[in-house]
């Protein structure tokens, strides 16, 4: 069947299509066309089902352990607690932040992924991982850094480079993953029949982006909701920023839970719009194997440009921070480089984060699926429900499993299964986001044959869409691996007593302001964050082969 410009959004190979648009495009991309969506309107599996709804309870119970406290504050006390001019102010920022933060992380994410999976750049598995690996840097560390060297770099620019720097991998990794999977067909056949390089881009690859540039969006759009350390270095008031103050400096648990019940409302708003601008179209195709190897783009004199843009964006994403690691080394007092306290930090980092990253793929997988497959109003809770928590300040989640743990189960209370709970909870969007957009291109036709050739619906799956879906979950344990790496204030809240992470051990010294301590720290947190950026890069150049 070939694929036809669709009537509505006039986009190439649009599932939407009715068929009876312009000329073909190519006839090895298979829209999922109408008929064959009320053929799937059956209800979800109910292992599917039940992983779902087992990823939604987990992430709402922070939600609930807002309402509970919330329940202190009178309507006349949240009313004038929520008036205050303050708040305005921390809407404003939240607000402007987040608008101007998302868009140019979308931008550059989408071209940096383009210049890396389309064009003769030289280098490209170096770029790769120069662009990925600013995941692995705290944000508090990168803050400090540029603080460090650029005193007077405070407010809302210095909280966007900051933030733009630092988030704009979110969109280039699923992005780049989406373009290595793409058949180059639908591109060469819309070429051939016309279409200049610009037209080819908005109205054939720019649809195929939609979800990794909408879902990292989201991603980036939520973590800024949640960020305290690095505004709190830069001295940007926000809202999360004001919730740590009413916890840690005037104790008013009831009070933050207000202003936190705010960013979830908030949250839901980003989700609401994210559905809107996510549409209904489906991008699928058969198999994976047979799409023509792509012929990259010749930069020729443009190589320069392109090789200096990305030079001045690695050098502010990593130049900056790991610079003011080597200067916290040099100045610093003492190391702790040799100390057995680095190598039983790295351990236990190393452990929790495998653990986090296999769970946490494990309940992504399903929520995927009720998402993409089985679309429906609970789907679509279940879906929704799992990004809420993203919007929340690591400190009240680490405060609603402590309650929850103390209230109703006293046997998990400082346990290291709390912890990976927790650290489900915060990164399940993570590994959603990027296993959402692959699972959208592989059609479940071919798991209709396998079934109506005896095969069950579990073996069906494992034989054939879970080897295609390889690159997504890849991914997705990657970001949950390097982000746990990473995690900082739930771990400080959760862990059980003699437990230390390398980021808790980095703070313990960072806070003390001993940063020849905490530097080898936070350098080792980089180092093991790259081994996952190399693991990605090998297995998109595996699916690409």
Not at 58 to 73: K, Q
Not at 182 to 200: F, I, K, Q, Y
Not at 345 to 360: D, F, G, H, N
Not at 435 to 449: F, H, K
Request: net charge positive; glycine share 10%; aromatic share 8%.
């Amino acid at each position: 069947m070939a694929a036809a410009r669709c009537a509505s959004c006039r986009t190439w190979g649009c599932s939407e299509s009715d068929g009876t648009g312009d000329a073909a495009v190519s006839a090895a991309t298979v829209p999922v066309v109408g008929r064959w969506r009320r053929a799937r309107r059956r209800g979800a599996p109910s292992g599917v089902l039940i992983g779902g709804l087992v990823a939604a309870a987990l992430s709402l119970v922070p939600i609930v352990f807002l309402v509970i406290e919330a329940r202190g504050v009178s309507l006349d006390e949240a009313q004038r607690l929520l008036a205050r001019p303050r708040v305005a102010d921390l809407l404003v920022n939240t607000i402007g932040l987040i608008l101007a933060s998302t868009a140019l992380c979308a931008a550059i994410g989408v071209a940096a992924a383009w210049c890396v999976e389309r064009t003769d750049i030289p280098f490209r598995r170096a770029w790769m991982v120069a662009l990925v690996l600013p995941i692995a840097i705290p944000e508090f560390v990168s803050s400090f850094g540029w603080v460090s060297f650029f005193p007077s770099m405070r407010g809302f620019w210095g909280a966007l480079l900051v933030t733009v720097v630092a988030y704009f991998p979110f969109v280039f990794l699923p992005a780049a993953a989406v373009l290595r999977g793409t058949d180059p067909a639908l591109e060469e056949t819309a070429r051939g029949l016309g279409l200049n390089a610009w037209s080819t881009f908005w109205r054939v690859t720019a649809p195929q982006l939609r979800l990794p540039v909408l879902g990292g969006g989201l991603i980036i759009a939520l973590h800024l909701l949640a960020e305290y350390g690095a505004f709190a270095q830069l001295r940007f008031p926000t809202f999360a920023t004001e919730i740590y103050a009413q916890y840690q400096l005037g104790f008013d648990g009831a009070g933050a839970a207000v202003l936190a019940l705010v960013l979830v409302g908030l949250s839901l708003l980003l989700l609401l719009g994210e559905v809107v601008a996510r549409g209904r179209a489906h991008y699928a195709r058969v198999g994976g194997g047979a799409r023509r190897a792509r012929v990259p783009v010749k930069l020729g004199r443009r190589a320069p440009l392109l090789l200096a843009g990305l030079g001045g964006l690695t050098v502010l994403s990593l130049g900056v921070p790991l610079a003011a690691l080597a200067y916290w080394v040099s100045q610093g007092s003492s190391s702790t480089l040799p100390s057995s306290s680095l190598l039983g930090a790295t351990a236990t980092t190393l452990e929790l984060s495998l653990i986090a990253a296999l769970v946490t793929v494990m309940l992504a997988l399903p929520v995927a699926l009720l998402g993409v497959r089985y679309r429906g109003p609970l789907s679509s809770i279940i879906e929704r429900s799992t990004y809420v928590p993203r919007a929340l300040p690591g400190v009240v989640i680490g405060l609603a499993l402590v309650s929850f743990s103390i209230r109703s189960a006293h046997g998990l209370y400082q346990t290291t299964a709390l912890l990976v709970v927790a650290y489900t909870i915060l990164f399940l969007p993570l590994a959603l986001i990027a296993i959402r957009g692959p699972l959208a291109q592989i059609t479940p036709r071919m798991e209709d044959v396998a079934r109506s050739l005896g095969a069950g619906p579990l073996r069906a799956f494992g034989r054939t869409t879970l080897p295609l879906l390889r690159t997504g979950l890849g991914a997705g344990a990657g970001l949950v691996f390097v982000s746990t790496v990473t995690e900082l204030t739930g771990t400080l809240l959760l862990r059980p007593t003699g437990t230390e992470t390398l980021a808790t051990r980095f703070w313990t010294y960072a806070s003390s302001l001993s940063y020849g301590g905490a530097a080898p720290y936070a350098a080792v947190m980089v180092a093991i964050s790259a081994l996952p950026a190399y693991v990605l890069i090998r297995r998109l150049d595996a699916t690409g082969s």
